[in-house]
């Protein structure tokens, strides 16, 4: 990331946000599953919708067709014990079954024999890491978490319905994540066996 400087907010702005309504906002608005074109969003949309007219705006809502991804299951095996996990967005379907490698550090993932492996390693699920791991020849990955939420991130570039000269930038191959608790436990598998297969569907998005 660049490094950007953004100016001071003046203290008479800060001084007009009331920290508690704000809180009030997010607490309706995580009450309902965002999913594109669900009625969850809808709803969501009402609340922000009757917020702003509240504070005299006048906002107008535009429906459109969009090329969205929307990951439906996921499910992870290493060793034959099944671990709950997430799929993400705009990923590709796949059911494999391959060696399962543990590379803590994302960063060291470009430098390491993967090719032909699932990398497991820490962390969200980031573009970035995965582009490293595909070009190093991995064939799926499974992320960690750092505490017992599993993230939902979208690992693409791409925002916004796709254009034809957005396909190279997509990731090929699948991911997961999975818990700390039961990354644990995959990483215990692993050193038990050096030779972890870990599958037979690393991710099955939608």
Not at 95 to 118: F, H, N, R
């Amino acid at each position: 990331m660049s490094d950007i400087t953004l100016p001071p907010v003046p203290p008479s702005l800060l001084d007009q946000v009331d920290a508690e309504r704000l809180m009030e906002h997010v607490r309706r608005i995580s009450r309902f599953e965002r999913v594109p074109g669900g009625s969850g969003e809808g709803e969501a949309f009402a609340c922000i919708e009757a917020a702003l007219r509240d504070m005299g705006l006048d906002p107008v809502r535009h429906d459109l067709p969009a090329y969205v991804s929307v990951p439906e299951s996921a499910h992870l095996s290493v060793a034959g014990e099944s671990l709950p996990c997430s799929a993400h967005s705009m990923l590709p379907d796949a059911d494999l079954t391959a060696e399962l490698v543990y590379v803590p550090d994302p960063g060291a993932i470009a430098a390491s024999e993967v090719a032909g492996k699932i990398v497991m390693t820490d962390g969200l699920a980031m573009a970035p890491v995965m582009r490293a791991a595909a070009a190093a020849g991995a064939v799926g990955m499974v992320f960690i978490a750092g505490s017992r939420r599993r993230h939902e991130m979208i690992v693409s570039p791409v925002w916004g319905s796709p254009e034809p000269t957005d396909l190279g930038t997509y990731i090929p191959i699948p991911a997961v994540t999975v818990s700390f608790a039961d990354g644990e436990t995959a990483r215990e598998l692993a050193r038990k066996t050096p030779r972890q297969v870990c599958g037979p569907a690393c991710g099955r998005p939608g």
